[in-house]
């Protein structure tokens, strides 16, 4: 009913930067909140930005001022702009959006497939 599709993962250098997107496609009727999250290996899944649909935003302490989240609601799309990777941000990202479908009276928590952030020398 909902896809999240997410692209821009990929492999760079300490202090390189990535630009990942995710996109929502289905039967929507509205996007609310919307974030990345990051899983290292053998850590918990841990969350890295939200924005609202209105544009607020709010970053773990460990990205801020290096990460910007953004979205474009006419795309039904989430950007997370890297800058500054550190090796420690190594991990898979995962793209989270609450939404309602056409078919449902409440907004849902659904996940992207995730996508790999590797920063190493």
């Known amino acids: 009913q909902v896809q999240l599709v997410e692209s821009g993962g990929g492999s760079v250098q300490p202090g390189g930067s990535l630009r990942l997107s995710c996109t929502a496609s289905?039967?929507?009727?509205?996007?609310?909140?919307m974030g990345w999250y990051r899983q290292a290996p053998g850590k918990q899944r841990e969350l890295v930005a939200t924005i609202t649909s209105g544009g607020r935003t709010n970053y773990v302490d460990s990205v801020k001022g290096r990460y910007t989240i953004s979205r474009d609601n006419a795309k039904n799309t989430v950007y997370l702009q890297m800058n500054s990777l550190k090796p420690e941000d190594t991990a898979v990202y995962y793209c989270?959006?609450?939404?309602?479908?056409?078919?449902?009276?409440?907004?849902?928590?659904?996940w992207g497939q995730g996508t790999q952030v590797t920063v190493s020398s």
């Open positions: 289905g039967i929507i009727a509205s996007i609310y909140g």
């Open positions: 989270n959006a609450d939404i309602k479908i056409v078919t449902k009276l409440s907004p849902m928590p659904y």
